[in-house]
């Protein structure tokens, strides 16, 4: 894997476009490939979300586009073992960079090194693998994702109550950095609200469930913090109307409700005040710069830390960089904002 160093005092100095803040080691860089001509491999997550179900729509585009040119899209279904074959696959077929966003960041440390062996970058979406180098992650910074939603949660409580928290994988790093900046907020600020951390693997019927038997003993839970809205949400307002608590915002008995993800269906609910916030995860950046670092690590580009010129942060992690994405909250006050994605979507998410 090519080293991450400032690009050398020779590149063009009058380019068009720069990131601020980034080394890039050439700007006339030809529109169909040129010298980073060659096979991308493209694996898709899960199809059991709305999210990712909207990032793979926009991945789409963006192949039809041009952006690169792409391999037959795989799909892993949130199973490593899956993953790590459809990768084998993609360098069978001569891929020469891997975009993917691994579920379990634990196990994907030895596909990650074969493909360093072979010098192919590996660009990671929204997961930032736990070992292993890769070229660029692809990320919102998820423990402010915890952050904001045990904020939002604490003000409108008025730090009592009990809330209960739907928990993503914990092998996963964005189910930690959610979970731990989640805890560690309420601890430090708002003592007096009870948190209830349930367990879920991403998984709505488990979501569901435990929800039901947390509310049996407590049935004055008035809080709920659900780390992904696009496999929660739907179960989670059925559940609450069969229990006749889906009250809306501002009446009496309301379950004050905070997301994360950001598709149209929470931007519905909070119209309708059924929830109260969530943190636009942004399926489209997630998309739009997958595809652009994968065209740039074919190109030779190289990028160091420091601000971009689309309102992010590259990082340096151990391995690599991050492109730490924003992620807005939302709430009945800004959720017809048109510049969020879900708002370009309408019912296509």
């Known amino acids: 894997m090519r080293a991450r160093t400032p690009a050398p005092t020779t590149a063009a100095a009058g380019c068009a476009v720069l990131l601020a803040a980034v080394a890039l080691t050439g700007c006339n860089r030809d529109s169909q490939g040129g010298s980073g001509a060659g096979k991308v491999g493209i694996d898709l997550p899960r199809s059991d979300s709305d999210f ?65 062996e072979e010098d192919i970058p590996v660009v990671s979406v929204d997961t930032r693998p736990d070992k292993g180098e890769v070229y660029m992650v692809v990320r919102a910074d998820n ?19 009990k ?25 430090r600020n708002f003592p007096g609200i009870r948190v209830f951390e349930l367990a879920t693997d991403w998984k709505g019927d488990v979501a569901s469930a435990k929800l039901q038997a947390t509310l049996a003993a407590h049935p004055d839970l008035n809080g709920i913090y659900m780390q992904a809205g696009g496999v929660f949400l739907q179960p989670t307002l059925a ?24 598709i149209p269906e929470e931007l519905d609910a909070i119209r309708a005040g059924t929830i109260d916030a969530t943190v636009s995860q942004p399926a489209d950046l997630y998309a739009r710069y997958a595809l652009h670092y994968a065209k740039a690590a ?49 019912k296509k998410g």
């Open 298 to 346: 074919l190109e030779g580009t190289e990028f160091k830390p420091g601000p971009t010129d689309h309102d992010s942060t590259i990082v340096e992690i151990p391995g690599g960089l991050e492109d730490q994405l924003p992620a807005p909250l939302v709430t009945k006050d800004n959720v017809d904002d048109p510049a969020l994605w879900a708002n370009q979507l309408g």
């Open 239 to 262: 559940l609450l109307e069969q229990k006749k608590l889906l009250k809306p915002a501002g009446e009496p008995g309301h379950v004050t409700i905070v997301s994360n993800d950001g």
């Open 143 to 161: 423990r402010a994702y915890g952050e904001k939603a045990c904020r939002f949660l604490g003000e409108r409580l008025k730090g009592r109550g």
């Open 163 to 187: 809330v209960v928290e739907f928990q993503g994988d914990l092998a996963s790093i964005n189910g930690r950095d959610r979970s731990e900046a989640f805890m560690s907020c309420m601890k």
């Open 52 to 116: 990712w179900n909207s990032y793979r729509g926009y991945v789409e585009k963006g192949v039809d586009d041009g952006e690169v040119d792409a391999l037959s899209l795989t799909n892993s279904q949130n199973d490593i073992g899956k993953l790590v074959a459809n990768v084998q696959t993609f360098t069978d077929q001569g891929a020469k960079a891997v975009i993917m966003a691994p579920q379990d960041t634990g196990a994907i440390a030895e596909s990650l090194r074969e493909l360093a």
